[in-house]
């Protein structure tokens, strides 16, 4: 498997590709508000800075040249947090790699689970995300809130707490 982080100029070639991976096998479990924010992502919030960190990031998982995942985070999962893995690749690490790619590109992230979408609580939990809330999502189904944080200590400014590999 292959992970790549979209560059503003990747982005601006692949958008609607994306978009419509997005929906295809996103099994009605991607927000209108998070589609929304992704097809509005600026490409200029996907370039790092001197540290390797960015305001948003995109990223995809190939296997054989073909796409079998897609990732994207805004404003550390406030601006938008959605994970799409094709059929033929879950259960393989797809999603804790993009995963995993994403919150170290960002620093932080947060993101919104429906309680009935068990795999993606799972991967949250096995990604070393806490829980810290419950709220009424957007189709009306209980929701989790999901964290993981930056350290805060300065001379860990920018880098997420460690990840297992």
Do not use: Y
């Not at 959605?82 to 995963?99: E, K, N, Q, W």
């Not at 620093?107 to 829980?131: E, I, Q, R």
């Not at 209980?142 to 297992?164: C, K, M, N, V, Y």
């Amino acid at each position: 498997m292959e992970l790549q982080h979209l560059t503003p100029e990747d982005w601006l070639k692949e958008k609607k590709r994306l978009l419509n991976f997005a929906i295809r096998f996103g099994e009605k479990r991607i927000t209108v508000a998070a589609l929304h924010s992704l097809r509005s992502l600026k490409p200029e919030s996907l370039q790092p800075d001197e540290r390797g960190c960015s305001e948003a990031a995109v990223v995809i998982s190939k296997h054989g040249g073909r796409m079998t995942g897609l990732g994207f985070a805004a404003d550390g999962g406030e601006g938008g947090c959605f994970l799409v893995v094709h059929p033929s690749a879950r259960r393989l690490g797809t999603g804790s790699s993009i995963m995993r790619a994403i919150m170290k590109r960002i620093g932080f992230l947060t993101c919104d689970v429906a309680s009935d979408n068990v795999p993606s609580m799972a991967l949250c939990f096995a990604l070393g995300m806490k829980a810290v809330s419950i709220h009424r999502g957007p189709t009306g189904k209980s929701t989790l809130r999901f964290e993981r944080g930056i350290q805060h200590d300065p001379a860990h400014t920018g880098h997420i707490d460690s990840i297992s590999q």
